[in-house]
């Protein structure tokens, strides 16, 4: 194999009260990469196109940073290099994984030449380098989703556990991304190292019957369990609309709707891809009446994860 | 129906990461109370064996102060007394819902009495009222199992959210009572108020492991998943050979382990009657070995909650 092209979807984090540990992917946005075999070894992007933002220097870009992570796992170093043609379709900043839709293709790509010496899920912690690189700490919550697709559970850190979760067949996904940028590092100082007792119960029984109500296909509880009391009174402050946002997605028929990331993309959750048009448009007119620039997309929960494409 | 016999079992709560959230139910211990009706109105307790400690007053027994709660709450009041003989096979204080298999076998036999004007689910409120007098806190972690059977979630109070979880059939616990006595007020005042965000996160990453272990028959993942940073490193301190049991249960075999409601009681989960009969006999053994006289009783899940007997 002397080239491959790779896709890595765009992914929504946090889920409401699954802030830190729960994620899921999205059909039909991320990154396309190329990865070309060299023969003089080294890691080297040639082209970035869908952002001016991003640097070609391997140290500075979360795709040769993730690629050198598998690399230096590797007993037997590969004996030729690989150079990288990335094509953005996330953009940076949204909330929608960006980077990790980057880091994702990376490792996956990479693996693939090198004839999968890891299992996706072991994929996993290199990705977080490039996740460490672009926001100072290595979260999981984007790369696993982009890598393995569906609904994603981070249950531990240390060590790290990769749960894959059941989600009903229709869930389907509504993102809206007002043009405005939030940084991640920026929307973590915000928060609260400490919270109260009380507050950390209400988020857990939510966790709790929102991985029910994926598994055991009830809507529902779905809907119900779709709060944040940690993250979202908080960062919801930063994302103007936010709160009509919120009411109109339920309106427009949403199980639940609350900030993807760290924002300031909006995410929803509907039963049926027509639920999920109809929160799309709901979205649509609520940004135009705002007079603020919005990009919106819906699709089905992707169970695929980062594929080989052509 | 002039008289109705019905057992209510012990139930486990907190369940370690689900602190206040999750609860299961036992078999083969609980409360027999029965139920007899009678000319004059009002509600009397006439004998209650196997406990010194409890009143006969009714506004001061868990037993009346439920089954009043359920009355109040119809339209059309009985025309007819109640009076109740409780036999008590969960010692109080014993961490087990004690006063939880009290309520709820009163608030179930009224409501069979009276022609079950409500369903099981809806019982659960009235019986909340008796853990409202036992501990000052009108919890349902333990009368939710008690009342349902099985593993139950409480993902929120207000409204009040009861959810059934599905769990795998050879889930068995075994639990351990050191005969000393634990106030649940007592240990209630130890927690924090405030906790760390981190440690929050670590501890919902965890329920949501429990919930999609249990859903999915994951053994691995339930006993990973048994882990509370929250309650258990305070209230540990108040169990004689917690550290211990716990190190124990997992070398004989248990999944994990963790307190029963707000303890002294322990309690383990493993794959099989075989295992929770071995964590049994470790259970046994050490607090033998401690010198302090213990109760331990191994079974499944119990998956009927509260019934008529006989």
Same mark, same amino acid.
């Given at each position: 194999?002397?080239?491959?092209? %790779?896709?890595?979807?765009?992914?929504?984090?946090?889920?409401?009260?699954?802030?830190?540990?729960?994620?899921?992917?999205?059909?039909?946005?991320?990154?396309?990469?190329?990865?070309?075999?060299?023969?003089?070894?080294?890691? +080297?992007?040639?082209?970035?196109?869908?952002?001016?933002?991003?640097?070609?220097?391997?140290?500075?870009?979360?795709?040769?940073?993730?690629?050198?992570?598998?690399?230096?796992?590797? +007993?037997?170093?590969?004996?030729?290099?690989?150079?990288?043609?990335?094509?953005? $379709?996330?953009?940076?900043?949204?909330?929608?994984?960006?980077?990790?839709?980057?880091?994702?293709?990376?490792?996956?790509?990479?693996?693939?030449?090198?004839?999968?010496?890891?299992?996706?899920?072991?994929?996993?912690?290199?990705?977080?380098?490039?996740?460490?690189?672009?926001?100072? %700490?290595?979260?999981?919550?984007?790369?696993?989703?982009?890598?393995?697709?569906?609904?994603?559970?981070?249950?531990?850190?240390?060590? #790290?556990?990769?749960?894959?979760?059941?989600?009903?067949?229709?869930?389907?996904? +509504?993102?809206?991304?007002?043009?405005?940028?939030?940084?991640?590092?920026?929307?973590?100082?915000?928060?609260?190292?400490?919270?109260?007792?009380?507050?950390?119960?209400?988020?857990?029984?939510? %966790?709790?019957?929102?991985?029910?109500? #994926?598994?055991?296909?009830?809507?529902?509880?779905?809907?119900?369990?779709?709060?944040?009391?940690?993250?979202?009174?908080?960062?919801?402050? #930063?994302?103007?609309?936010?709160?009509?946002?919120?009411? $109109?997605?339920?309106?427009?028929?949403?199980?639940?709707?609350?900030?993807?990331?760290?924002?300031?993309?909006?995410?929803? #959750?509907?039963?049926?891809?027509?639920?999920?048009?109809?929160?799309?448009?709901?979205?649509? $007119?609520?940004?135009?009446?705002?007079?603020?620039?919005?990009?919106?997309?819906?699709?089905?929960?992707?169970?695929?994860?980062?594929?080989?494409?052509?």
């Amino acid at each position: 194999m002397e080239s491959i092209k %790779v896709f890595a979807p765009a992914t929504v984090a946090n889920v409401a009260c699954g802030y830190d540990v729960l994620g899921f992917a999205l059909e039909g946005i991320g990154d396309e990469l190329i990865i070309t075999k060299t023969e003089s070894p080294g890691l +080297t992007i040639t082209d970035i196109h869908g952002s001016n933002h991003l640097s070609k220097k391997p140290e500075e870009n979360v795709i040769t940073v993730a690629a050198q992570a598998l690399i230096d796992s590797l +007993t037997k170093k590969p004996d030729f290099g690989l150079q990288f043609e990335l094509t953005k $379709k996330v953009q940076p900043g949204s909330g929608l994984g960006s980077s990790a839709s980057s880091s994702a293709a990376a490792v996956f790509g990479v693996n693939q030449i090198l004839g999968e010496p890891f299992s996706t899920t072991e994929l996993v912690r290199f990705a977080m380098e490039g996740e460490k690189l672009a926001s100072g %700490v290595p979260h999981a919550d984007n790369v696993a989703p982009s890598l393995l697709g569906g609904f994603v559970l981070i249950r531990s850190y240390n060590p #790290l556990d990769v749960i894959p979760l059941q989600f009903p067949d229709e869930l389907c996904a +509504t993102v809206v991304h007002p043009q405005i940028e939030v940084k991640t590092s920026d929307a973590k100082k915000m928060l609260r190292q400490q919270i109260e007792l009380r507050d950390a119960i209400v988020q857990w029984g939510n %966790v709790a019957g929102l991985v029910s109500g #994926l598994a055991q296909g009830d809507y529902g509880l779905i809907g119900r369990s779709l709060q944040d009391v940690i993250a979202e009174p908080i960062r919801g402050i #930063l994302i103007p609309g936010f709160a009509e946002a919120k009411q $109109k997605s339920k309106e427009a028929g949403a199980l639940g709707a609350s900030i993807s990331g760290s924002g300031p993309s909006i995410f929803a #959750l509907s039963q049926g891809m027509k639920n999920a048009q109809q929160v799309a448009e709901a979205f649509r $007119k609520l940004f135009e009446d705002i007079g603020l620039e919005s990009y919106v997309h819906v699709s089905p929960i992707n169970a695929k994860g980062t594929q080989i494409i052509k």
